[in-house]
T-cell receptor, first 115, second 113 residues
């Protein structure tokens, strides 16, 4: 399978703990995105990387959130001191430089539950 | 800033019939793109169709077509000959001057046999 891969698929943690999600984009896709989706809502943009550079961040990305993409390949999203409001599906997407449609290829997401 | 409004929380359609999912948008950008994604229960967002703001023809992709009415700021998705596998959440999204997609709240489509 050469699609976008996310790990873990599910994570249950206690409030105050740190969690980290990993995203492996489609090979040779230089653009990588993180979105967050809460129940009953559409995905909300968190951040965007072009190669290893983080070029855009949403105000939703508080100081407790940090994302990296070392060497422009896989990416990690870390949430420190988790809160119950962080419970959501975290979606990763990738694409090449903009083509005709700008289609994003999404992974199946990492679902976080904070108790 | 961009905004997407999907006013239909849920829609029902009989198998083999056509269905229209509504989407209206608001943007201050002159150049923008409109997207439709499907999200089955597995969670993965699947790209369906794209319409550029300067495209004069309505986009079509197989059984999907996008009814683009620029003056009314609407970008409705039409699914022809519905199949049971079309049952899913459908999200309309817009992209303007930045890299981010702004999504609506979605419409849950149920296809009945």
């Amino acid at each position: 399978d050469t699609g976008v891969s996310q790990d873990p698929r599910h994570k249950i943690t206690k409030r105050g703990q740190n969690v980290t999600f990993r995203c492996d984009p489609i090979s040779e896709h230089n653009r990588l995105y993180w979105y967050r989706q809460t129940l009953g809502q559409g995905p909300e943009f968190l951040t965007y990387f072009q190669n290893e550079a983080q070029l855009e961040k949403s105000r939703l990305l508080s100081d407790r959130f940090s994302a990296e993409r070392p060497k422009g390949s896989f990416s990690t999203l870390e949430i420190q001191r988790t809160e119950q409001g962080d419970s959501a599906m975290y979606l990763c997407a990738s694409t090449r430089d903009r083509g005709d449609t700008g289609e994003l290829f999404f992974g199946e997401g990492s679902r976080l539950t904070v108790l | 800033a961009q905004k997407i409004t999907q006013t239909q929380p849920g829609m029902f359609v009989q198998e083999k019939e056509a269905v229209t999912l509504d989407c209206t948008y608001d943007t201050s950008d002159q150049s923008y793109g409109l997207f439709w994604y499907k999200q089955p229960s597995s969670g993965e967002m699947i790209f369906l169709i794209y319409q550029g703001s300067y495209d004069e023809q309505n986009a079509t992709e197989g059984r999907y077509s996008l009814n683009f009415q620029k003056a009314r700021k609407s970008a409705n998705l039409v699914i022809s000959a519905s199949q049971l596998g079309d049952s899913a959440m459908y999200f309309c999204a817009i992209q303007g001057g930045s890299e981010k997609l702004v999504f609506g709240k979605g419409t849950k489509l149920t296809v009945n046999p």
